[in-house]
């Protein structure tokens, strides 16, 4: 009936395959498939057992994600896995590419496993606000004991094949020819060997209860507030107690649960954001340009980053500096990086000096004539920024790409420094630029296409989350944060403390408070902004000047051992300044505002409604291509939960409507502030959603 999965007979040898491309997910007709498949071999008196592999690139990556919040047809995948592990007959999974999720559940649901060797398997099904659902919690602790196991559920991490066979969940590792040595193995195993009936892990009941403990500690700092770790460790705590089918109820209740969740919609959302985020009109229009060499101009903390992930990326860098001094300061700069790694033992020494082998400092812009494309990262200052495009417009070679890493200024006011503006875009990396997974393409009007999906072609190669921003002050991320921003001051001048607002901030799930985020970046960026900016603020627009006062007693932040907070003796966590807050009081009384209290609910329900109302806008003014865009970038740059989707999915799941009362209500209290988005008014009106805008 359907034809994504076949069944050859090589000679006694049942040969199940699975084509479902891209990644053979396991969606209806392949979890029907195999199944009728399985019962016509082991019916098939000529057959002695069976082999599970998939065709194309890699055995299923998991459930069929998109099928996910629909109605489920039956059969569904922990029927067809049980009929799997009770078939009479010896089955074999043989896997390649990455055996993930509902896929590696039908592996350790088979009786053998035989792995490709650069196969990785794993259970990523955490990174969707969800767990194992078709009896991976059960299975795998069952093989491999529970510290492993957690291991691999927890973190979603995949692993290699020899990880894997190492902790006794492959049988035997190939390489070449993985459907003939599957055959092989096939025609050797003799008998049925059920996961189920697993049980040498879980003699030691101390050592088990240990782990789960050690795990239950590990989730309540690093995965705070998720759910689909509680119900991990649930489900593998039962293994203790329960019977396997037992366990496998409970294991399907904690599903559906988180299946139910705000917090696998958010994930789930976020998956395919960051996999939309990518497609954009121009790389549809045209192919990138080479990319094999990369000139970066500016040695300092991001030159330095950005050079740290072009060279892990495999790219060829040649470093620019103005003097022996500086170069020999920026090649310092991207070693310490890697002596960290080292000292850390992520990395070897040998493996450091291979990288560094890509690696060229020079003092000269001829050195950049044939590079591909160069990214400048000099100090963000407009005159400085020109100066270096006109250098390199005179030595770079036609064809390369020119791109600016700033975080504010406009493109076009750089690309007319040269006489190639067409070939200039925006690359605003973030700070660790080698750890940050976001990456803003800025896209002027003039670029061309082929440049822009150079862009997108140089982020794939450094494994970032390319997000396209339109070329407009602050782009889509520091546009939206400026909002916020001023938000958050507000909230401070009319009561609440900056530890209030750092406090509801960790309780959503950020992993650190914007005052702490400032204290960080340095506060005297943004003071530096604000004075440039004063001569031509609107005079009708609130001024809050908290931050101002703090700068003017030298504090700007974790670097100066003050700001927000106090790092004492150079602590990386600060405590609570007094002084600060009496800097706030003093403000509040010469102003006459009288403090009121804001609970952590409605600090949230602020915070949220500018960010969403300045998504409204960077929509409306085609700076972000849709709301997912948005979100990608709050993410993957900002710390916003991912288990949340994004400020805009947040917005869809809390209610538009909602949102836009809560605006109308705060616009009583500051008109210019808060006037609602039209888009956001109108999207109302019409009974829409941000996701409706994301398929649109
Ligand atoms: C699960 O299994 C639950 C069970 O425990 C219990 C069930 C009862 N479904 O990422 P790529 C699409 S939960 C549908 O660009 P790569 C993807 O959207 C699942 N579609 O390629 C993209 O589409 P498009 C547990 C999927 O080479 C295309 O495939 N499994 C799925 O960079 C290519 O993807 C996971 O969480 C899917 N499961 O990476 C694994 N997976 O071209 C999720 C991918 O239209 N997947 N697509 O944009 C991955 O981690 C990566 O896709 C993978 C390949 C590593 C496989």
Redesign the pocket.
């Known amino acids: 009936m359907f034809d994504q999965v076949t069944r050859t007979n090589e000679q006694n040898i049942a040969v199940i395959e699975i084509n479902n491309p ?2 053979n ?3 209806y007709a392949v979890r029907k498939g195999i199944l009728d498949c399985l019962k016509v071999a082991e019916a098939d008196d000529a057959v002695t057992a069976i082999v599970i592999i998939g065709s194309g ?2 055995f ?9 919040g629909t109605v489920m047809k039956e059969p ?3 029927e067809v896995i049980d009929h799997i592990e009770s078939c009479s007959k010896p089955v074999v999974a043989a896997l390649h ?2 055996a ?4 590696f ?1 039908i592996a350790l649901g088979s009786h053998y496993r035989i792995a490709d060797a650069n196969a ?1 398997v794993g ?3 955490v ?2 606000g ?5 009896g ?1 919690t059960q299975r795998l602790p069952r093989l491999c004991g529970a510290a492993f196991a957690l291991d691999v559920m927890l973190k ?1 991490t ?1 692993i290699s094949a020899k990880a894997a066979k190492d902790a006794g969940l492959i049988d035997r590792i190939t390489k070449g020819d993985l459907r003939r040595a599957a055959i092989t193995f096939a025609n050797e195993v003799r008998t049925v060997r059920k996961t189920c009936d697993e049980t040498s892990q879980l003699k030691d009941h101390a050592a088990y209860r240990a782990d789960l403990a050690a795990a239950h500690k590990m989730i309540t700092t690093r995965m705070k507030g998720q759910i689909a770790p509680l119900k991990i460790i649930a489900c593998v705590e039962a293994i203790l107690e329960k019977p396997f089918h037992e366990g496998r109820q409970l294991e399907r209740q904690c ?1 559906m649960d988180c299946m139910a969740s705000d917090q696998s919609k958010g994930m789930i959302h976020a ?2 954001a960051e ?2 985020s990518a ?1 954009v009109p121009e790389a549809s229009r045209a192919e990138p340009r080479i990319l094999e060499t990369l000139g970066v101009v500016g040695g300092g903390t991001m030159g330095a980053g950005i050079t740290v992930a072009a060279l892990n990326g495999g790219l060829p860098v040649t470093m620019i500096e103005r003097d022996t001094e500086s170069i020999a300061r920026g090649r310092g700069n991207v070693e310490k990086v890697y002596d960290r790694l080292v000292a850390k033992g992520r990395m070897t020494t040998n493996e450091k000096n291979t990288l560094m082998t890509l690696y060229t400092g020079s003092t000269n812009y001829n050195d950049l004539s044939n590079v591909d494309m160069v990214i400048e990262a000099v100090f963000e200052r407009l005159d400085v920024k020109r100066a270096v495009f006109e250098k390199l417009d005179k030595v770079i070679k036609p064809g390369a790409v020119l791109a600016s890493n700033t975080s504010y200024l406009n493109i076009d006011s750089i690309s007319s420094a040269t006489k190639r503006p067409d070939q200039v875009i925006g690359l605003h990396f973030f700070s660790p630029a080698n750890i940050m997974k976001l990456l803003e393409i800025v896209v002027p009007e003039q670029a061309a296409d082929d440049v822009v999906a150079t862009g997108f072609s140089l982020a794939k190669r450094l494994r970032k989350v390319p997000v396209r921003a339109g070329n407009a002050t602050g782009f889509i991320g520091n546009r939206i944060l400026g909002k916020y921003g001023v938000c958050a001051a507000h909230m401070m001048e009319d009561g609440a403390t900056p530890y209030e607002i750092d406090n509801a901030l960790l309780d959503f799930g950020y992993p650190m408070g914007i005052h702490a985020m400032y204290d960080l970046a340095g506060l005297d960026i943004g003071w530096d902004n604000r004075k440039a900016a004063a001569p031509t603020r609107d005079p009708d627009t609130r001024y809050v000047t908290i931050a101002d006062r703090i700068c003017e007693n030298g504090w700007f932040g974790q670097k100066t051992g003050r700001g927000f907070y106090i790092y004492k003796d150079g602590a990386r966590r600060g405590s609570h300044d007094p002084e600060v807050l009496s800097i706030i009081a003093d403000i509040r009384s010469k102003k006459g505002i009288t403090p009121k209290s804001f609970s952590a609910t409605e600090i949230m329900e602020r915070y949220l409604a500018a960010m969403v109302n300045e998504g409204c806008e960077v929509l409306r003014e085609g700076v972000a291509l849709k709301p997912s865009d948005i979100d990608v970038t709050f993410v993957y740059g900002y710390g916003f939960p991912r288990y949340r989707g994004g400020p805009m999915k947040y917005a869809d799941m809390y209610g538009v409507q909602k949102m836009l009362t809560n605006i109308q209500k705060y616009e009583k209290e500051d008109p210019v502030f808060w006037k609602p988005s039209q888009l956001l008014v109108d999207m109302v009106a019409q009974g829409k959603e941000f996701e409706d805008l994301n398929k649109g």
Not at 60 to 68: H, K, L, M, R
Not at 100 to 103: F, H, N, W
Not at 130 to 134: D, K, S
């Open positions: 891209p990644v997910a396991l969606g690139r890699t299923p990556a998991g459930a069929d994600i998109t099928e996910f569904h995948l922990p590419g990455t993930l999720g509902g896929g559940e990785r259970l990523p099904e990174h969707l969800l767990l194992p659902g078709a991976g979603g995949p599903f998956f395919f996999r939309s497609k």
